[in-house]
C-alpha cells in the first residue's frame, strides 16, 4: 500500500512538474521574443477597413509572428479579433506576442513626418501627402477643391493655398483630407499671432494678403538678403498707387512658370494675376510661401526705391533703384547677359 501511494505521489509530482513546464513554455511564448526581423524594427500599415485576416497575413509577411496559432489564440483571448485599429505600427526586432498584441489593441501608431516646402501648387501639395500618408492625391485634391472645406478656413478657392505654410509636422498616417486641413487651420492660427497680426495690420494688409505678396517675393529671389528690400518695393509701391508689375505674376498668368525672360507681349496678358494691367495685389498667393517669405514681408525694409532688376551676373540678387532711368541701366545690363548667354525665353 505504501508503494502504491508512493508511486501515486511520484505521478503526481510529476504532473505538476509537466504542468509547470507546459505553463512555463507557454507563457514564454506568449511573452518572449516572437518577432524575427534582420532589421532593427519594421513598419506594420493597417489600412482603414482591414479586416483580423488582412493583419495576420500582414505580420506574417513581415516575420513579426512565427505562431500563427498561438497569435490567433492570444487575439482572441483579449478580444481583438473584432476590433482592429487602422494605422502605422512600427514593430521592434524581438517584440513578444503579447505585446504585440498589446500594442494592435490600443492602437498605438507612430507617427509620420511630413515636410512640404516649395511646393508651388496644391496640386504638387496632394502628390507629396499620398507618399507620405494613407489618402490618395485624388483625395486631397478633392478636399482642397471643396468649397465647404476652403470656407471652413476662411478662404475661397484663390486664397486657398495660403492656409498651408511650408514646415515639418506629425501627422497620424490615417489622416483624412478634412483632418488635415483642420490641422493646417490650427497651425495658420498659431502662426498668425498676435505680434504677426499687428504687423500685417501696420501695414494696411490682412494676413492672407501678405501671404500673396510674400508668394511674390519668394518668387522673386531665391536670396534671403534681398528678400526684405524687395517687400519694401512692393509695398513702397502700394502705398502709391503703382502696379506692382511683378513678373512672377506673369508667369503664373501664362501658366509658364520655368521661363527665364518676360517679354514685352506677356505683360497684354488678360488675367486678374496681371499685375501689370491691374492694379494691387492679385488675387490670392501663387505659390505656398514659406514662414520666411512672409516674416521678409512683415519686417521689410523701409526704403525709397521702386524699382529692382536681376543683377548682370545672374547671381540671383538684385539691383535696386530710386528712378526709372537708373532702372532702365540695371534693365539693359541684365538683358544684355541674356542675351551673351543666348536666353531668350
Request: aromatic share 10%; proline share 5%; charged share 25%.
Amino acid at each position: 500500500m505504501a508503494r502504491k501511494k508512493r508511486v501515486v505521489g511520484g505521478v503526481g509530482i510529476l504532473a505538476v512538474l509537466v504542468a509547470i513546464a507546459c505553463g512555463y513554455w507557454g507563457w514564454r511564448k506568449i511573452t518572449g521574443p516572437s518577432a524575427a526581423f534582420t532589421e532593427e524594427s519594421v513598419v506594420l500599415y493597417i489600412p482603414q477597413g482591414a479586416g483580423f485576416d488582412q493583419v495576420v497575413d500582414s505580420l506574417k509577411n513581415l516575420g513579426a509572428i512565427q505562431d500563427e496559432v498561438a497569435f490567433r489564440w492570444l487575439c482572441e483571448r483579449k478580444n481583438y479579433v473584432d476590433r482592429v485599429k487602422a494605422g502605422r505600427y512600427r514593430l521592434p526586432n524581438g517584440i513578444g506576442m503579447n505585446a504585440l498584441v498589446n500594442k494592435l489593441r490600443a492602437g498605438e501608431q507612430e507617427p509620420v513626418k511630413v515636410t512640404f516646402t516649395n511646393v508651388k501648387n496644391l496640386r504638387d501639395l496632394a502628390g507629396l501627402l499620398a507618399q507620405r500618408l494613407e489618402p490618395d492625391s485624388a483625395a486631397f485634391i478633392k478636399a482642397f477643391q471643396d468649397p465647404e472645406v476652403q470656407h471652413s478656413a476662411g478662404l475661397n478657392e484663390r486664397t486657398f493655398i495660403g492656409l498651408f505654410i511650408p514646415d515639418t509636422y506629425e501627422f497620424w498616417w490615417t489622416t483624412t483630407p478634412e483632418r488635415f486641413v483642420e490641422r493646417m487651420k490650427r497651425e495658420y492660427d498659431a502662426f498668425w499671432n498676435s505680434d504677426r497680426s499687428a504687423r500685417a495690420k501696420a501695414l494696411g494688409l490682412e494676413p492672407i494678403e501678405v501671404s500673396t505678396l510674400a508668394s511674390i517675393v519668394q518668387a522673386e529671389t531665391v536670396q534671403r538678403s534681398d528678400a526684405s528690400r524687395i517687400a519694401g518695393v512692393y509695398l513702397n509701391r502700394l502705398r502709391i498707387g503703382m502696379p506692382l508689375q511683378a513678373d512672377p505674376t506673369l508667369k503664373y498668368a501664362l501658366g509658364l512658370d520655368s521661363i527665364s525672360r518676360i517679354l514685352d507681349r506677356d505683360k497684354t496678358v488678360d488675367s486678374p494675376y496681371n499685375t501689370y494691367k491691374n492694379l494691387g495685389l492679385p488675387p490670392g498667393p501663387i505659390n505656398m510661401p514659406e514662414a520666411r517669405s512672409i516674416n521678409a514681408v512683415l519686417q521689410a525694409e523701409k526704403h525709397d526705391f521702386l524699382y529692382f532688376c536681376a543683377r548682370a551676373d545672374l547671381s540671383g540678387h538684385s539691383e535696386f533703384s530710386k528712378s526709372y532711368a537708373q532702372h532702365l541701366v540695371y534693365a539693359r545690363r541684365y538683358q544684355r547677359a541674356l542675351n551673351e548667354r543666348r536666353i531668350y525665353r
